[in-house]
């Protein structure tokens, strides 16, 4: 540490605190404290070798992109990586590693909510959305919303509720035969009243039977769980499959008329 410019260290500790244990060029690490180890850089070993190693020409969209640690592996990967975030205290983060640290092909980041995304008429090659799904008050809109801007693959990870066991449901179910519904592997999320560790921004969290059922009725096929709570999936052309979620209820809630041009239509 002795030979490292003390101006990124102060940098580091104005900036803080810190999400994203990100290890910098100069040899500084961002949060080496972190209470979840290396973060993220463990749970990127888990899916790195499943993301093509040559993004060159790709558009990536980072959800949620916090310091912009996944922004930055893509763009090293040659990705042109637009990383949006609603927390100006993060965005600094990510705004300053780009400008001292990735002066060629840096990520562009930008303060956005996901439901802004509603309005961007741009689809991406490839979408992360981790971390960011159990923080949302209206987290199927919002998923919904995604699903249009991803043309390739979507990295897809949440907090979920304890169990592995799936029910695959039926096409239908009686009036009377709801106690199916409380059958452990049936999709559910839990309504998160108050806190999970601490932290007030949390307001569901599903099983992965509802992660597997959301991201299938959202218009996803050849969803893969790939590590814990992390799924790959890739989008399906609408109209694919039988049932479908109702664009104008989409439309509706997100502002947009049905004569408003947008690449929804
Ligand atoms: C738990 S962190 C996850 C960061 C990163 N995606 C990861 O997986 O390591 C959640 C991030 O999502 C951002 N976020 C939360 N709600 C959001 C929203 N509605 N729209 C955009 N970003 C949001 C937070 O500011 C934070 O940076």
Redesign the pocket.
């Given at each position: 540490m002795q030979n490292i410019p003390q101006s990124v260290a102060k940098s580091i500790k104005r900036l803080g605190p810190w999400?994203?244990n990100i290890h910098l060029p100069s040899g500084h690490q961002t949060a080496p404290e972190h209470f979840l180890g290396d973060f993220?850089s463990s749970?990127w070993r888990q899916i790195q070798s499943r993301i093509p190693r040559n993004l060159k020409g790709w558009t990536c969209l980072?959800?949620?992109?916090?310091a912009g640690?996944?922004s930055y592996e893509l763009a090293k990967r040659g990705a042109n990586v637009l990383g949006?975030?609603?927390?100006n205290h993060?965005l600094a983060q990510a705004k300053w590693i780009a400008k001292e640290f990735h002066p060629e092909n840096a990520p562009h980041f930008e303060k956005?909510?996901?439901?802004d995304l509603s309005r961007l008429n741009q689809k991406f090659d490839l979408i992360?959305f981790?971390?960011?799904f159990y923080?949302?008050r209206y987290p199927a809109l919002a998923l919904d919303t995604v699903s249009m801007h991803v043309r390739k693959l979507m990295v897809f990870?949440t907090l979920t509720m304890a169990g592995d066991e799936v029910v695959k449901p039926r096409r239908d179910y009686g009036l009377h035969e709801r106690h199916y519904f409380d059958a452990s592997g049936w999709p559910k999320m839990a309504f998160i009243e108050h806190a999970v560790a601490g932290d007030d921004?949390n307001w569901w969290v599903p099983n992965h039977s509802a992660v597997l059922a959301m991201l299938r009725s959202t218009g996803f096929r050849k969803i893969e769980r790939v590590a814990h709570e992390i799924y790959l999936c890739q989008p399906e052309k609408r109209g694919a499959r039988g049932r479908e979620w109702d664009l104008d209820e989409w439309k509706a809630a997100t502002g947009h008329g049905r004569t408003r041009g947008s690449c929804h239509d």
């Open positions: 999400f994203h993220p749970k980072d959800i949620g992109c916090n640690f996944y949006i975030d609603s927390d993060y956005m909510q996901i439901h992360l981790m971390g960011v923080h949302l990870q921004t």
